[in-house]
């Protein structure tokens, strides 16, 4: 199994700032994965982070909005910037261990008002 | 494009009796994974049960199980002896490797809401 720490847990930020979102994997890994889980719905990959190299991001979502570093095999942050009230969401970060499943951080609940 | 269907949005069933929640899903794909997570008010994804396509038996986690149909690309979770602990939101999930090594995709449906009765 991996143990992933997500950290903030929640947030309450002002329209306008940017938060970073950090998660620490306890073991290396390849890919790293970003959600955002808006209220009440599913899972939706924001981008996949690989180590070395720039993120590639799911359509809708851009790099500017969401910048995200990779420093190591085992951490990475995702930024979301110049918030505005429709960025209130649970972003979960994620791995997958070859031939197990996907593993989760807890979450961070952010609400920008 | 893979897609995940949950068709019921919201279940609920008396504590110790059985429930199954449904699942279908479209690929071209022969080799990928299927999951069913739950996602409890607490916010932290845990895996309740997974299963290899290539598997013709049906995975069993405990009280968990799961009917897996290949060909009509089905994978329905059934709960037993339900527990007011199960409450939660349940999203099926596919995975299949894209491109070389170790990169996946991950395609979650929509989630069933579960609630368990005393």
């Known amino acids: 199994s991996a143990v992933i720490s997500q950290k903030p847990s929640r947030d309450i930020c002002q329209r306008g700032t940017s938060l970073t979102i950090q998660c620490q994997v306890d073991?290396?890994?390849?890919?790293m994965f970003w959600y955002r889980q808006q209220p009440g719905q599913s899972l939706t990959l924001i981008a996949t982070?690989?180590?070395?190299?720039?993120?590639?991001?799911e359509s809708g979502f851009v790099i500017d909005k969401f910048p995200i570093s990779r420093p190591n095999l085992t951490f990475s942050t995702l930024t979301v910037s110049n918030m505005s009230p429709e960025d209130s969401s649970i972003y979960l970060c994620?791995?997958?261990?070859?031939?197990?499943?996907?593993?989760f951080g807890q979450g961070t609940r952010l609400t920008v008002v | 494009a893979q897609t995940v269907t949950q068709s019921q949005p919201e279940m609920s069933v008396q504590e110790a009796e059985t429930v199954t929640l449904s699942c279908t899903y479209d690929t071209s794909e022969n080799n990928y994974y299927l999951f069913w997570y739950k996602q409890p008010p607490s916010r932290q994804m845990i895996l309740v049960i997974r299963q290899e396509a290539y598997k013709q038996q049906n995975a069993t986690e405990n009280r968990f199980s799961v009917n897996f149909q290949k060909a009509a690309k089905s994978f329905s979770l059934k709960i037993s002896d339900s527990q007011l602990g199960d409450t939660a939101m349940y999203f099926c999930?596919?995975?299949?490797?894209?491109?070389?090594?170790?990169?996946?995709?991950?395609?979650f449906g929509k989630g069933t809401l579960l609630t368990v009765n005393p």
């Open positions: 994620s791995v997958v261990r070859l031939d197990t499943e996907a593993f």
């Open positions: 999930a596919f995975m299949k490797q894209v491109g070389g090594g170790s990169n996946y995709k991950l395609t």
């Open positions: 073991s290396q890994v390849t890919m």
């Open positions: 982070a690989n180590q070395g190299s720039e993120a590639t991001y």
